[in-house]
């Protein structure tokens, strides 16, 4: 694993602090060194690139297939339809999220529940704010009135970040640093909620760039007023 980044914002009681989180990968999927893996890995690169400014249901395979630099038969040996495609690329998607959430919760040495809290938000908007393609492509398959699986694959990977959220907010209860009375899930959902609604700014002002103060904020503020969070005491109080 590589080494930390360092991240500095405002913490609960108002003093600047620093929080390290894992590396941000300089490239989309990590394949193995075998070459379909490796072509794989391409396309869902090109079809996140290409959503960047595409509407995703304007995105045809042959457009990826000359992103490529390949024939539309070489895709397709790879992906037998577009919507295994739109599945391979949120199904990497989510898988790196998991291990990047993994990851700072191992190695970063948070001291509260709370500070875990607001870094994982922190990376879940870095992780969106890095690949505004895929949150395009997301939005546009929950528009659907039939299901698919990346829309399960996405929905399964929110049920599991608010479990993370909801199991951090018991502890943080348990500590006395929020709200007793709170339902943790309920919560949980509420929090996820003021994220998705600041996405959905970003993707319509096309504010990317922000999304991550905005979120370190936002999340903030939330667990301040809504949550009646208690700031850690500052260290010889």
């Known amino acids: 694993m590589g080494s930390l980044q360092s991240v500095s914002g405002h913490s609960l009681s108002g003093e600047v602090s620093t929080i390290d989180v894992p590396p941000t990968p300089a490239t989309v999927p990590r394949a193995t060194a ?9 396309a869902v690169q090109a079809l996140l690139d290409l959503a960047r400014h595409i509407a995703p249901d304007q995105i045809s395979t042959a457009a990826i297939a000359e992103r ?3 024939s539309h038969g070489a895709l397709f040996r790879h992906f037998p339809s577009r919507e ?3 599945a391979e690329a949120v199904s990497w998607a989510t898988h790196e999220l998991d291990a990047r959430l993994d990851a700072c919760l191992d190695v970063s040495g948070l001291p509260s529940p709370l500070a875990q809290m ?10 969106l704010a ?5 949150v395009r492509m997301l939005f546009a398959e929950l528009q659907r009135p039939a299901t698919s699986l990346a829309r399960e694959t996405g929905k399964a990977f929110m049920q599991r970040f608010r479990r993370r959220l909801a199991d951090l907010m018991s502890a943080a209860q348990a500590e006395g640093r929020l709200d007793p009375q709170l339902e943790p899930e309920d919560f949980a959902s509420l929090l996820v909620a003021t994220q998705q609604g600041l996405i959905l700014q970003a993707l319509a002002h096309d504010g990317f760039g922000e999304l991550g103060e905005r979120s370190r904020r936002s999340v ?13 005491a500052a260290p010889g109080e």
């Open 34 to 42: 075998t070459p379909a893996a490796e072509r794989r890995a391409h």
């Open 68 to 70: 490529m630099g390949v």
């Open 84 to 86: 295994a495609l739109w």
């Open 118 to 127: 607001e870094a994982l938000m922190a990376i879940h908007a870095a992780m």
């Open 130 to 134: 890095e690949h505004p393609g895929l």
């Open 220 to 232: 903030a503020l939330f667990l301040k007023t809504v949550a009646g969070a208690v700031p850690e």
